[in-house]
């Protein structure tokens, strides 16, 4: 059971970028699933998830309209797109996954992490 993040980079201001995270040992559209993001020296956030119960997409306000959450089913695999890049994305993401009854992107009640993968943004 694992999750493994990759599509992280190096991109300049307005610049995008996708990230992936594909699942093996257990089936993403039967979990709450997102992204979080740890800068340097601040705690992790959440960016963005995709809510089992209801199929809804949450999203941090400093994010809304730039990025978008997704699956494919087929792939077992997560997305994020994001566009419009900022400094203020710069970050280590990660990707995880909960149980279904998870109706809240708070990275607390994820139980299923991958290893993280590198944003940098330059102004």
């Not at 601040?42 to 306000?61: F, L, M, N, P, S």
């Not at 900022?86 to 149980?99: I, L």
Request: hydrophobic share 35%; proline share 2%.
């Amino acid at each position: 059971v694992q999750l493994q993040a990759s599509g992280g980079g190096s991109v300049q201001t307005g610049g995008s970028l996708r990230l992936s995270c594909v699942a093996s040992g257990f089936n993403l559209d039967r979990s709450t699933i997102g992204w979080f993001r740890q800068a340097p020296g601040k705690k992790r956030e959440a960016v963005a998830c995709i809510i089992h119960k209801d199929g809804r997409a949450t999203y941090e306000d400093s994010v809304k309209g730039r990025f978008t959450i997704s699956r494919d089913d087929a792939k077992n695999t997560m997305y994020l797109q994001m566009n419009d890049l900022t400094p203020e994305d710069a970050a280590m993401y990660y990707c995880a996954a909960g149980s279904d009854i998870v109706v809240v992107c708070v990275d607390a009640f994820l139980n299923r992490w991958g290893q993280g993968t590198q944003v940098t943004v330059s102004s």
